[in-house]
């Protein structure tokens, strides 16, 4: 894998990623597929998804869920994720860390690795730095994640267990990569260390000495404050190099990916599109809606009239509310097209107007449209 | 509405069906869209199926399900059941009548008609003729079912009961000939008469002596032997006028499809192709497959090499079962496009075959091939 970086607009960064399976322009969001399918739709509809990119050039597996179903062997069995879920675009795999975190009660942690149930079945499993990189390779990925240990969320969590968290993530991030034995497949490695400014430089320093071929920030969007948070993407974003891709995980809203992209992130992935669209709640650029809502019951008009997606181009409110209420499936496969649609869009008009140099007023006029106030005076740059 | 009969082999017949939205070349299958959708596919998977017809050219409606959620009031605020569901070709609906009868402990008959609590919330409703003709003419479908009584289910069924369910039928049928206040939809009139040759007789006669635009059996695959279904179809169908369009409802297996069609029907419809998708029984011309055995579990092949629909031109079995397993919508998608496709193919073979004259010998063949005995000697023209 390779990493250009096209452009710069203040922070923002324009770039491209060339992938085993192809290039990857950034900034960039990436649907989740988290059990070797994006919910709800299949890869031809998110191919022809449009957004200006003709559907997404990159999206996520989860190593946790896929090494306990189907299971490596079976991925292996049927080809690799690529073949087995018919996706010819690139792939960015988890490590299972955050698994690990957010499912910890049934999970023990020792220096070698973790131990955990399954929430299948109840079965033991183990990861290691070693098994997360080993795994990530034999499912194929285009970008694998290093094997992190993620502290405990929020804002009043004890210093010593982040301090903790973000040692061990340091010592495993070495074996993670002299565990590689591909080398058609990136190793990104993820600075820790919780919303504490001096334990993300400390992180950063430590991570972004290892020869990794990306840098991801961790540990962010779990449980801590928007403002904290924001702070704490803008602070670590600006401590990573320059000439490697920057991969902010499991952000967020279309506020959270406008910020984040004003701070010199490069990729985000977040279940919030496709997770939304099936509780009804969807996107758009006025502002977002719930189609549950009764005033949506014979509203004839689209989601949103201005929206290019499938969905918007066929389907009004009305009907789409009847299919929710209704509990029909295709109530899911068309809220989860139009959110990835929108996120898609999104990212897409980022990359443009940090080409035209625009990308902060661009961006602080959306999210006045949205509804949504931009980042406070002095930490946007664009800001008036 | 007009009906052409293109030519026949056999009892067979190839026709078409010229309808307000469009060509409906028969013998034909229609999937069943019961609450304004196919359930699991989007209307642009439905056009892009294949199967020898670039997609259905028809799709069923149930008025029943439509009355009751959205309510007619909401489809004709969202521009009728074609543009509400975004389905740009022909629709039929049925009138209510079979689920009068198959929901009948919830429901009160009258010679005025029937009166009914809703599944959904307990609500009073009433469908009589006249309402039936009315909410299928605002939904503004293309071919409309008379409203109709079926008899209890079964073999061995009373024939007093039988008599007076068919009578009934009858007199309500001249009713929702005059109930017609739209002259774009064509009206269809059913046979009722159980599984009884003298009763088929009396109905067949009472109802094409009114002027409908086509005929359908009814009341069968309601719970009879499948040789008393086959032989009661074929004794009934040669009962309908030649110039007029013929549908057996709610048929059936690939079996009785093709057996039907060798009796004289032009048009099906059953849940079966989606309802076995969504439990993972899929159908292919080498016989029939149960996604769920663990046999399946590695295997890279797709469920029908020779197939071509989008499932078994990317994915394998294995990844279809551990969608499955998974609990992904995406397997229900998958597995509807599969045996949609496999309907649809199926009916395209019969035209096709229906045109060369060998469509006796092709359908006997594909019946060997699956396993599946063709109808007895005697009662099939082709068998040897």
């Not at 795999?93 to 690990?100: A, E, I, L, P, R």
């Not at 990573?240 to 952000?251: A, D, F, I, S």
Request: glycine share 12%; aromatic share 8%; charged share 20%.
């Amino acid at each position: 894998m390779t990493f250009q970086l096209l452009g710069k607009d203040g922070e923002a960064r324009r770039g491209r990623l060339e992938t085993s399976h192809g290039p990857v322009e950034t900034p960039v969001f990436m649907p989740v597929g988290t059990q070797g399918t994006v919910k709800g739709v299949t890869p031809a509809q998110l191919l022809e998804l449009g957004g200006g990119t003709q559907g997404p050039q990159i999206i996520l597996g989860n190593t946790y869920h896929l090494m306990l179903r189907p299971g490596v062997e079976t991925v292996q069995a049927l080809g690799g994720l690529h073949t087995m879920a018919g996706w010819p675009r690139a792939m960015l795999t988890d490590s299972g860390g955050y698994q690990v975190y957010s499912l910890r009660e049934r999970t023990k942690v020792t220096e070698a690795g973790v131990r955990f149930r399954s929430h299948i079945d109840g079965s033991y499993h183990d990861l290691s730095p070693e098994s997360a990189v080993g795994l990530q390779e034999a499912f194929g990925s285009d970008i694998m994640m290093a094997f992190d240990q993620c502290p405990p969320a929020g804002d009043g969590v004890p210093k010593n267990q982040v301090v903790a968290a973000m040692k061990r993530t340091h010592r495993w991030a070495r074996r993670c990569i002299d565990a590689r034995q591909r080398d058609d497949g990136a190793l990104f490695g993820i600075v820790q260390g919780g919303v504490d400014r001096d334990l993300r430089s400390i992180s950063a320093s430590a991570i972004t000495a290892l020869p990794f071929d990306g840098f991801a920030i961790g540990g962010l969007s779990v449980g801590e404050s928007r403002p904290r948070m924001w702070e704490t993407a803008q602070y670590t974003a600006a401590l990573l190099p320059e000439n490697h891709p920057r991969y902010l995980m499991g952000v967020g809203t279309p506020e959270d990916l406008l910020a984040c992209v004003g701070f010199g992130i490069d990729m985000f992935d977040c279940v919030m599109p496709t997770r939304n669209a099936r509780n009804a709640k969807v996107f758009t650029a006025a502002g977002d809606l719930n189609l549950r809502n009764a005033k949506h019951a014979r509203d004839a008009a689209p989601i949103d009239p201005a929206c290019g997606c499938y969905t918007c181009r066929n389907f009004s409110r009305g009907y789409l509310r009847h299919l929710d209420k209704a509990k029909e499936i295709l109530f899911s496969t068309l809220a989860t097209l139009h959110n990835l649609y929108f996120y898609l869009w999104l990212m897409a008009g980022a990359r443009r107007h940090i080409e035209a140099g625009d990308y902060y007023a661009w961006s602080a006029d959306l999210m006045a449209q949205r509804g949504a106030a931009p980042p406070g005076r002095g930490s946007w740059p664009g800001e008036p």
